[in-house]
């Protein structure tokens, strides 16, 4: 199926730019007036005609702007004007916008001599990511790890360019290049987040009675009935009654106010509205709301969508040479028996293949036969509303974003399909995939329209898309930014062998804590996801039980066997490799040590060597001076004091001693008694409590008043017992 038949979309010549404000306004503002007061439409667009001139009750300002604009030589030059003419005169030019309304030359006009070096790159890196993806699926790990690297160095050369752009000491620099391709990412990044989150679960950014109200004009404005009246007779969908659209209009201000005026207020003009058109308010591009007020159609289309064909097709290869690839990557993931570990062309010619191909062509069949709803609610005028303040919003899938992604679930809709029950089988993931699937043919029409406003030119009104490059079957967030463990089960539509952790965030995989705290990490990661995935609760009293008793061992380690294997590790240079001077730079911790520590348990010779690093609490003279009172052995006492006089020091917080004296002496005694033991497991279990938020338990605090260890003394082979 090409684009051209795809009912998700229209043809590229159909998107258009539309960025007419006061026309749009007008028409807005005549259908609300015409609605509230019963004038006739004519009445009331000679009211707001006659009103938005000078003399008018509500006078049109164009808003004075002050930009600088490039004149015949190439220079730029500072000009005065109004947004209106700004916009005006750009629309006329066909010159490309921005969102930070920077503009640029349309390419029939002056071509971008980058466009074809990145062109070249986005094609060699296609290449790339389907060799890497091949070489997986063979088993290759050496060549899937080269291809990776391959196509990672396609995107950082075109990333590069973005660098150059704001680096005036290339000839690439260019002030706004940067920021227009951020800002094009985050609309990018917003509509995608939104489109899900209407989409999917019926959220919408009703952060205010006006956006509700603004929302309500714009999508009655701009709404073809005849197709939305064709697609509700044809599937037999009902109008919602008055108070439905108010319950699907409560269920997204909920999330940021209370105002029962305001809402009496937005009632009055529901109330005002023709059946169809709350139909086309509730429905447009939500296809929760169309479920939960039609619950035996939408059942019926993604049962359908989501099943797997079990009989071979006579012509495979028609099939999957003509079938779009979305439909060919959904098919795949429908067919877990036949297609996991595999790519298309590792199955022509089996059973396999046709079982497949037959599944490709039910879903183009169940697409076509749906075409009309497709058409009539999600391939519209209207987008969601109020992005520019979208990373305000409140969110009900998308669980995390990026400038240029976003992450959300399906979970919801299984549960739905399942009365309940998450399912982890074929049949479960089927209906995830098929979920995931319709939501990325949605947001390709939604992303066409903004780029046609845009300016972008005709044969690249499809290059800006949000294609689903990884399904978790089990994604767990924590509480820092960017930092989540996940089980990748599925990429670009090529199934696993065998499910992935995927673990994201430097405190998650790469911290300073030692290798064998991050494997138990790890392990326990993996632990908490394979027990979700086989429908098990997960055990607090199990997870708990595993930090107490690391949490203890470090203790033990330290305060009894005097072992260094939970510090952390440092290294001490010969003066020369720092740029300060030896008193300043660490080079003065083997000064220090020898000067003082070195005359009891040895010196060391001069660096390199490596030191283990132990924190203390002292970090006050009071504390130093209690310290060095308490000290037995009066004579390193003096030399500690003398040490303290001549560098000024008042307080210390680490001691680097080398690691060889460690390793044959121990930990000194007085040091050991200085050591800070709960900062130390509070840093080295870090990971740990990360794990506990994501599963709801909070516990740490600034002050580290309270420990895992605390309340669970016992390991967890005799928890039962404690």
Same mark, same amino acid.
């Given at each position: #199926?090409?684009?051209?038949?795809?009912?998700?979309?229209? @043809?590229?010549? *159909?998107?258009?730019?539309?960025?007419?404000?006061?026309?749009?306004?007008?028409?807005?503002? $005549?259908?609300?007036?015409?609605?509230?007061? =019963?004038?006739?439409?004519?009445?009331?667009?000679?009211?707001?005609?006659?009103?938005?001139?000078?003399?008018?009750?509500?006078?049109?300002?164009?808003?004075?702007?002050?930009?600088?604009?490039?004149?015949?030589? !190439?220079?730029?030059?500072?000009?005065? =004007?109004?947004?209106?003419?700004?916009?005006?005169?750009?629309?006329?030019?066909?010159?490309?916008?921005?969102?930070?309304?920077?503009?640029?030359?349309?390419?029939?006009?002056?071509?971008?001599?980058?466009? !074809?070096?990145?062109?070249?790159?986005?094609?060699?890196?296609?290449?790339?990511?389907?060799?890497?993806?091949?070489?997986?699926?063979?088993?290759?790990?050496?060549?899937?790890?080269?291809?990776?690297?391959?196509?990672?160095?396609?995107?950082?050369?075109?990333?590069?360019?973005?660098?150059?752009?704001?680096?005036?000491?290339?000839?690439?620099?260019?002030?706004?290049?940067?920021?227009?391709?951020?800002?094009?990412?985050?609309?990018?990044?917003?509509?995608?987040?939104?489109?899900?989150?209407?989409?999917?679960?019926?959220?919408?950014?009703?952060?205010?009675?006006?956006? $509700? *109200?603004?929302?309500?004009?714009?999508?009655?404005?701009?709404?073809?009935?005849?197709?939305?009246?064709?697609? #509700?007779?044809?599937?037999?969908?009902?109008?919602?009654?008055?108070?439905?659209?108010?319950?699907?209009?409560?269920?997204?201000?909920?999330?940021?106010?209370?105002? &029962?005026?305001?809402?009496?207020?937005?009632?009055?003009?529901?109330?005002?509205?023709?059946?169809?058109?709350?139909?086309?308010?509730?429905?447009?591009?939500?296809?929760?709301? %169309?479920?939960?007020?039609?619950?035996?159609?939408?059942?019926?289309?993604?049962?359908?969508?989501?099943?797997?064909?079990?009989?071979?097709?006579?012509?495979?290869?028609?099939?999957?040479?003509?079938?779009?690839?979305?439909?060919?990557?959904?098919?795949?993931?429908?067919?877990?028996?036949?297609?996991?570990?595999?790519?298309? *062309?590792?199955?022509?010619?089996?059973?396999?293949?046709?079982?497949?191909?037959?599944?490709?062509?039910?879903?183009?069949?169940?697409?076509?036969?749906?075409?009309?709803?497709?058409?009539?609610?999600?391939?519209?005028?209207?987008?969601?509303?109020?992005?520019?303040?979208?990373?305000?919003?409140?969110?009900?899938?998308?669980?995390?974003?990026?400038?240029?992604?976003?992450?959300?679930?399906?979970?919801?809709?299984?549960?739905?399909?399942?009365?309940?029950?998450? !399912?982890?089988?074929?049949?479960?993931?089927?209906?995830?995939?098929?979920?995931?699937?319709?939501?990325?043919?949605?947001?390709?029409?939604?992303?066409?329209?903004?780029?046609?406003?845009?300016?972008?030119?005709?044969?690249?009104?499809?290059?800006?898309?949000?294609?689903?490059?990884?399904?978790?079957?089990?994604?767990?967030?924590?509480?820092?930014?960017?930092?989540?463990?996940?089980?990748?089960?599925?990429?670009?539509?090529?199934?696993?062998?065998?499910?992935?952790?995927?673990?994201?965030?430097?405190?998650?995989?790469?911290?300073?804590?030692?290798?064998? +705290?991050?494997?138990?990490?790890?392990? #326990?990661?993996?632990?908490?996801?394979?027990? +979700?995935?086989? &429908?098990? =609760?997960?055990?607090?009293?199990?997870?708990?039980?595993?930090?107490?008793?690391? &949490?203890?061992?470090?203790?033990?380690?330290?305060?009894?066997?005097?072992?260094?294997?939970?510090?952390?590790?440092?290294?001490?240079?010969?003066?020369?490799?720092?740029?300060?001077? @030896?008193?300043?730079?660490?080079?003065?911790?083997?000064?220090?040590?020898?000067?003082?520590?070195?005359?009891?348990?040895?010196?060391?010779?001069?660096?390199?060597?490596?030191?283990?690093?132990?924190?203390?609490?002292?970090?006050?003279? +009071?504390?130093?001076?209690?310290?060095?009172?308490?000290?037995?052995?009066?004579?390193?006492?003096?030399?500690?004091?003398?040490?303290?006089?001549?560098?000024?020091?008042?307080?210390?917080?680490?001691?680097?001693?080398?690691?060889?004296? /460690?390793?044959?002496?121990? /930990?000194?005694?007085? /040091?050991?008694?200085?050591?800070?033991?709960?900062?130390?497991?509070?840093?080295?279990?870090?990971?740990?409590?990360?794990? %506990? &938020?994501?599963?709801?338990?909070?516990?740490?605090?600034?002050? #580290?008043?309270?420990?895992?260890?605390?309340?669970?003394?016992?390991?967890?082979?005799?928890?039962?017992?404690?």
């Amino acid at each position: #199926m090409s684009t051209f038949d795809n009912p998700f979309v229209l @043809p590229a010549s *159909k998107y258009v730019r539309d960025i007419d404000v006061m026309r749009h306004y007008v028409d807005q503002s $005549v259908e609300y007036l015409s609605a509230m007061t =019963g004038a006739p439409r004519e009445q009331c667009l000679a009211f707001v005609k006659n009103n938005l001139r000078p003399d008018g009750k509500f006078p049109f300002k164009d808003p004075a702007v002050l930009y600088l604009r490039r004149n015949e030589h !190439g220079d730029r030059e500072q000009v005065e =004007g109004t947004l209106g003419g700004y916009l005006s005169e750009s629309i006329k030019e066909r010159q490309l916008i921005a969102p930070t309304l920077t503009t640029y030359y349309h390419p029939a006009v002056k071509k971008s001599l980058l466009a !074809g070096f990145i062109d070249a790159n986005v094609k060699r890196r296609g290449v790339a990511k389907k060799a890497m993806f091949q070489a997986r699926m063979d088993g290759n790990s050496i060549l899937a790890i080269l291809k990776d690297n391959e196509q990672t160095n396609m995107k950082l050369s075109n990333n590069a360019c973005s660098g150059a752009h704001v680096s005036a000491s290339t000839p690439l620099f260019n002030k706004t290049a940067h920021s227009t391709l951020t800002s094009n990412c985050r609309s990018t990044a917003g509509y995608g987040s939104a489109n899900n989150e209407k989409f999917l679960n019926g959220n919408r950014h009703y952060w205010s009675p006006d956006i $509700v *109200k603004n929302n309500i004009v714009s999508i009655v404005t701009n709404t073809d009935y005849d197709s939305i009246l064709l697609a #509700m007779n044809e599937f037999g969908i009902r109008h919602p009654s008055v108070e439905e659209t108010m319950e699907c209009i409560r269920y997204s201000t909920q999330l940021y106010f209370r105002d &029962e005026a305001a809402h009496r207020l937005i009632e009055q003009y529901v109330s005002k509205l023709t059946d169809i058109q709350r139909s086309a308010f509730v429905y447009t591009g939500d296809l929760y709301h %169309l479920m939960k007020f039609n619950r035996e159609i939408v059942y019926k289309f993604v049962h359908e969508l989501s099943s797997r064909i079990g009989e071979a097709h006579p012509d495979p290869d028609s099939i999957i040479k003509n079938a779009h690839e979305d439909h060919i990557a959904l098919a795949s993931q429908l067919c877990p028996r036949e297609m996991k570990g595999k790519k298309v *062309k590792d199955v022509a010619g089996t059973d396999a293949y046709g079982i497949l191909a037959s599944t490709v062509a039910h879903i183009g069949q169940v697409i076509t036969e749906y075409k009309n709803l497709i058409k009539a609610f999600w391939v519209t005028k209207n987008v969601p509303a109020s992005l520019a303040h979208f990373p305000e919003s409140i969110r009900r899938s998308a669980l995390m974003g990026d400038t240029d992604s976003t992450i959300f679930t399906v979970q919801d809709w299984v549960l739905w399909y399942n009365d309940g029950r998450l !399912g982890y089988d074929d049949r479960s993931s089927g209906v995830a995939a098929t979920m995931i699937f319709l939501a990325a043919q949605t947001i390709t029409h939604v992303l066409a329209r903004m780029s046609a406003n845009f300016g972008i030119e005709e044969s690249r009104i499809f290059q800006v898309a949000m294609k689903n490059e990884y399904k978790f079957d089990v994604f767990v967030p924590t509480q820092v930014a960017k930092h989540y463990y996940a089980s990748i089960g599925c990429q670009e539509g090529n199934l696993y062998k065998a499910q992935e952790p995927e673990i994201k965030g430097v405190h998650l995989k790469s911290s300073d804590a030692p290798p064998a +705290v991050m494997a138990k990490a790890k392990a #326990m990661m993996i632990r908490i996801m394979d027990t +979700v995935m086989a &429908e098990k =609760g997960v055990s607090l009293k199990e997870v708990m039980g595993e930090i107490a008793a690391l &949490e203890h061992d470090i203790r033990t380690s330290i305060l009894e066997r005097s072992s260094y294997e939970y510090f952390r590790m440092g290294q001490i240079k010969p003066a020369a490799s720092y740029t300060l001077g @030896p008193e300043q730079s660490n080079f003065a911790h083997y000064t220090f040590w020898n000067h003082t520590f070195g005359h009891k348990y040895g010196e060391v010779q001069e660096p390199p060597y490596n030191s283990v690093k132990i924190s203390v609490d002292l970090k006050s003279p +009071v504390k130093i001076k209690a310290w060095l009172d308490k000290m037995d052995d009066r004579d390193l006492a003096s030399r500690l004091q003398s040490w303290f006089l001549k560098t000024g020091k008042k307080a210390i917080s680490t001691f680097h001693v080398p690691e060889q004296i /460690i390793q044959s002496k121990g /930990i000194p005694k007085e /040091i050991k008694s200085e050591i800070a033991i709960r900062k130390l497991i509070t840093d080295t279990v870090a990971v740990f409590y990360l794990l %506990l &938020e994501s599963l709801g338990v909070y516990m740490q605090n600034k002050q #580290m008043t309270r420990l895992v260890s605390d309340h669970m003394a016992a390991p967890v082979k005799d928890l039962e017992a404690a």
